[in-house]
């Protein structure tokens, strides 16, 4: 898990001295993340997951953004850690927790591209889809299969106070993202954020002067 981090935040500094010119956005997000039923079968234990915290934090960078043109693209990067619980019918105990519910936990990097649509300076409305590797896992269910990798669609809005952003998404994933034995899941996730705008050239001409 160490060595994504580490390479996340290497991704992170090559692309702001690539781009030291240009807007940059980073955000915290936090809310709770669902899953939905993967596949046609009665799946009986979709409906002992209940939703739980997730959270992401991540930074987004705008391509030609100009006040005068209300369509914009923005992409980046963020590190997702998106957590359920699963709990027992009838009240029964989880063997390894003493506990009628378990959590679990699953870490992913995300690369998600917008089309955005500034509908005034402060309020801006975004779509687009999302990629997503799963780097690590904790307290995962014997014989759960996590995938690797997941694709899927998001969207939301954003209200913009000076730098300062309040930030609002959902998301959503088209392809399987759990599977155990002939049961899938896929993903569904619901959040709220704050970020701030900064652009590097700026805060590099202060740390000189």
């Not at 702001?16 to 936090?30: A, D």
């Not at 998404?169 to 399987?176: A, G, N, Q, R, V």
Request: glycine share 10%; net charge positive.
């Amino acid at each position: 898990m160490k060595k994504e981090i580490y390479l996340i935040l290497l991704l992170f500094t090559v692309t702001l001295s690539i781009h030291s010119q240009e807007k940059f956005s980073v955000c915290l997000f936090t809310g709770k993340s669902d899953v939905r039923l993967g596949s046609d079968n009665n799946n009986i234990l979709g409906n002992y997951y209940t939703p739980h915290t997730s959270f992401k934090v991540g930074i987004l960078y705008d391509v030609n953004r100009r006040d005068s043109i209300s369509f914009y693209v923005s992409g980046g990067a963020q590190l997702a850690s998106i957590g359920l619980r699963m709990n027992m019918p009838d009240g029964q105990i989880w063997p390894e927790t003493g506990k009628p519910y378990r959590n679990e936990r699953y870490y992913y990097f995300d690369v998600p591209v917008f089309l955005n649509y500034k509908f005034e300076e402060w309020l801006i409305f975004k779509v687009g889809a999302k990629g997503s590797i799963l780097v690590g896992t904790h307290n995962l269910m014997n014989g759960m299969d996590a995938k690797p990798f997941t694709f899927g669609f998001v969207g939301g809005g954003c209200l913009k106070i000076q730098n300062f952003t309040i930030n609002a998404e959902y998301s959503f994933d088209l392809t399987e993202s759990l599977r155990l034995s002939e049961w899938s899941w896929k993903y569904s996730i619901f959040q709220m954020g704050i970020g701030y705008y900064f652009t590097p050239s700026k805060i590099f001409m202060k740390v000189k002067s």
